[in-house]
């Protein structure tokens, strides 16, 4: 309760009750323990202050975010990696720009936290296609880009059976994967346009516009199946 926080402050900078007593501290509702807490931010070392970085974190605490950004580039790198997972947690506006900011400031490929962190402000509605559109270019991780795609693709909305269709045909291995895993969602009407196209498709993406073909449309489909 609110009437240990005093007593567990005091535990905090304690080395050897420092751990249980953020995680006490972390479960108090209210603004005394989010004090504490925050006041460790820029008096604990090392693991300690890595654990209340992860407490403020859990308890989405947008008044730490202005310390936190200054622990993201501590010469420590795990407490650096600590502070960009708990800004992309919180995924306020602050902590968006910043993460934004520092993606764009360091090019490609993104570290893979910072691309997680921003992932999550995007899912927090924050910046989303900004975030999707950095973090789907060519040089990043394939599975963080693979994920970004689909994220653009949800953000088209309803326009997305436009984008399918595009990336159906594109080049771009990547956008052509995440494409096949949308066509059956495609109406009829789309999915003809493909049909028409099939012999410019290559051999994977002929392959699954046949079988979503087939499975909608039955031996209607044989004689496009044979040839």
């Known amino acids: 309760t609110a009437a240990q926080v005093p007593l567990l ?34 008096s604990l070392q090392g693991e ?15 008044d730490a975010v202005a310390a936190l950004q200054k622990l993201a580039d501590s010469s420590d790198q ?25 993606a764009e ?10 691309c997680v962190a921003l992932l999550r402000c995007a899912d927090a509605g924050r910046q989303a296609k900004a975030i999707y559109t950095i973090l789907s270019r060519t040089d990043q ?21 436009a984008t399918v269709l595009t990336w159906f045909s594109s080049e771009d291995a990547d956008r052509r994967r995440i494409a096949a895993g949308h066509l059956h969602g495609l ?3 789309q999915l003809d346009k493909l049909l028409a196209r099939l012999a410019d498709l290559p051999d994977a993406g002929k392959l699954a516009v046949v079988e979503v073909s087939a499975a909608r449309r039955g031996a209607e489909m044989l004689p496009v199946v044979m040839s």
Do not use: C, H, W
């Open 105 to 114: 400031k360091a090019g490609g490929p993104t570290d893979q936290t910072l």
């Open 187 to 189: 109406p009829d009407e």
């Open 48 to 62: 300690s202050l890595v654990g209340a970085v992860n407490s403020v974190a859990a308890r989405k605490d947008q």
């Open 141 to 161: 991780p394939a599975t963080i880009r693979r994920a970004a795609l689909e994220g653009l693709l949800r953000l088209d909305g309803k326009e997305g059976e």
């Open 78 to 102: 795990l407490l650096g990696k600590a502070a960009i997972r708990a800004l992309g947690s919180i995924a306020d506006g602050a902590s968006t720009d910043f993460l934004v900011a520092r």
């Open 9 to 42: 402050s005091q535990m905090l900078v304690k080395p050897e009750t420092s751990e249980i007593a953020r995680y006490a501290l972390e479960s108090i509702r209210g603004a005394e323990a989010a004090a504490v807490l925050r006041a460790g931010l820029t």
